[in-house]
């Protein structure tokens, strides 16, 4: 496991050459450093499957999405493929806003971390539900 401030990175590797990372906490510009150096390390090992959970990812500001992206450009030069999973609606939100969805794949209907469908407001704040 790694860490660094307030992000954890765990990254668990299977027998048939993917690895799932995980990521807990808060992605910024002290921490987004941290993610592509994991990747590439799995990468230079011989994955060529990365799939990224970001069920546990509390916030993410711009540094973290560039990371990202750097992330799935070293998947890509390693002949692999990279899929976000356990995407949260807000940050589903702000990779449709930046246009990153085009670029990211996203596995929405991800069996392992499914992600909680409900009505989001305006501002991408989930809203519970509420009995009539």
């Known amino acids: 496991m ?18 799932t990372v995980q990521l807990s906490g808060e992605m910024d510009l002290q921490s987004s450093p941290l993610l592509p150096a994991v990747v590439a390390d799995a ?17 993410c500001d711009c540094a973290g999405l560039r990371a990202f992206l750097e992330t799935n450009g070293i998947v890509f030069a390693g002949g692999g493929s990279m899929t976000l999973v356990g995407v949260r609606p807000r940050f589903r ?3 449709t806003l930046s246009l990153l969805d085009d670029i990211l794949t996203v596995d929405d209907d991800s069996s392992c971390h ?17 009995r009539r």
């Open 2 to 19: 790694h860490r660094r401030c307030d992000l954890e990175i765990a990254a668990i590797y299977d027998d048939d050459g993917h690895v």
């Open 43 to 59: 990468v230079a090992g011989g994955r060529t499957s990365v799939r990224l959970d970001l069920s546990r990812l509390r916030f």
């Open 93 to 95: 939100r702000l990779l």
């Open 114 to 130: 499914p992600v909680r469908l409900g009505v989001v407001d305006a501002t991408g704040v989930a809203v519970r539900n509420r």
